[in-house]
């Protein structure tokens, strides 16, 4: 069992930056390739990011490439997500999420992802 908690999200103006925090509880954290994912509501949850299990591969939605970094410490159990440039758009609930997929992608099913976390808010004002 793996649960895990988000923090970081908050209130910033467009072009501002933020870095979201994602701490998993368990042994196991290394086991899992992890993906961030964004929801607004009445929308369906859209992928983000994803990072591998060893943190060396990672891999982008386009509307947030080169402005979005997604890392990971196995060591303190936690993947983060630096998002820099902010836009309006990038307002949503921000969501980890753990999968025993090699390495999470838009065309990853939402079932494939084993757990997930609380989701923590992002809005960017213009």
């Known amino acids: 069992q793996v649960q895990l908690i988000e923090s970081g999200g908050g209130l910033v103006q467009a072009g501002g930056s933020l870095r979201l925090s994602c701490a998993a509880s368990?042994?196991?954290?290394?086991?899992?390739?992890m993906a961030w994912l964004r929801q607004i509501p009445g929308e369906e949850r859209e992928f983000v990011a994803s990072?591998?299990?060893?943190?060396?591969?990672?891999w982008y939605a386009d509307s947030v490439k080169g402005r979005f970094t997604v890392s990971r410490d196995n060591a303190k159990g936690t993947v983060y997500l630096h998002l820099n440039g902010l836009k309006p758009e990038d307002t949503a609930v921000y969501y980890c999420?753990?999968?025993?997929?090699?390495?999470?992608?838009?065309?990853?099913?939402?079932?494939?992802?084993?757990?997930w976390g609380q989701g923590t808010q992002v809005t960017v004002s213009s």
């Open positions: 999420a753990a999968s025993l997929v090699t390495l999470p992608s838009e065309t990853t099913p939402k079932s494939q992802y084993d757990y």
């Open positions: 990072i591998s299990r060893s943190g060396i591969t990672t």
């Open positions: 368990g042994r196991t954290f290394d086991r899992y390739a």
